[in-house]
Structures are given as C-alpha cells and as structure tokens.
Nanobody, 126 residues
Framework: QVQLVESGGGSVQAGGSLRLSCAAS????????MAWFRQAPGKEREGVAF????????YYADSVKGRFTISQDNAKNTLYLQMNSLKPEDTSMYYC???????????????????WGQGTQVTVSS
C-alpha cells in the first residue's frame, strides 16, 4: 500500500507562488510514477505534472508548463509542486497521486493512478 498526505495549499493573489508537498510512505515500487492532479467544482480532473521517480523525467500539462515545477526529495520521501505566476484559473483542489507504472503519462490522454492523497485546496484571487 501507499499513503500520500498533501500540504501547502492556501490562498494567494494572482501572480503569487505556492509550494505543495506530498509526504509518501509505503512500497517504493508502487510509487514508480507520481503526479499532481487538480479538480475544480464542476470540472473534470486534470493531470498537471508528472514524474517518473527512477529516471526523474517529467511531463507537464500545457496549462501549467513554464509556471509549475514537479520535484522529489527521495531522502524525505516527499513530492513537491512549485507553483509560480499563479492565475485565478489555477484555483482548485490539488491531489498527489502514485502508481506502479510503467506508463506515467500519455500525451493527449490519461493514465490511471491507483493511490491518492486527500487533497489540498489552492485558491488564487484576482
């Protein structure tokens, strides 16, 4: 099993920054892929940033490319999402997710993730 606990959400003005953290525990092989998703009320869940934890390769949704950075600290078993130049449309519940892979993302499509955190709210005001 894998346990994921997010933190770091909050309220910020447009143009500001936040860093989300996801503390992970459980079987490492089940965390081959890790990602950040978000879902706003009435909208579909969107994968925003993905990382293959062994290679360190990353992939970003077009909506956040150049503004968000996903990273990992293996010593701390923690995943991060640095969010800069935040926009009101970034307002959402953000979720950390993990899966054993081997496919971590698919361009123009979706990849199922089996393990999820409880989410942390990010609110960006204009």
């Amino acid at each position: 099993q894998v346990q994921l606990v997010e933190s770091g959400g909050g309220s910020v003005q447009a143009g500001g920054s936040l860093r989300l953290s996801c503390a992970a525990s459980g079987n490492t092989y089940r965390r081959y892929c890790m990602a950040w998703f978000r879902q706003a009320p009435g909208k579909e869940r969107e994968g925003v940033a993905f990382i293959a934890t062994v290679s360190g390769n990353t992939y970003y949704a077009d909506s956040v490319k150049g503004r968000f950075t996903i990273s990992q600290d293996n010593a701390k078993n923690t995943l991060y999402l640095q969010m800069n130049s935040l926009k009101p449309e970034d307002t959402s519940m953000y979720y950390c997710a993990a899966d054993s892979g081997p496919l971590c993302w698919r361009k123009g499509g979706t990849v199922p993730y089996n393990y999820w955190g409880q989410g942390t709210q990010v609110t960006v005001s204009s």
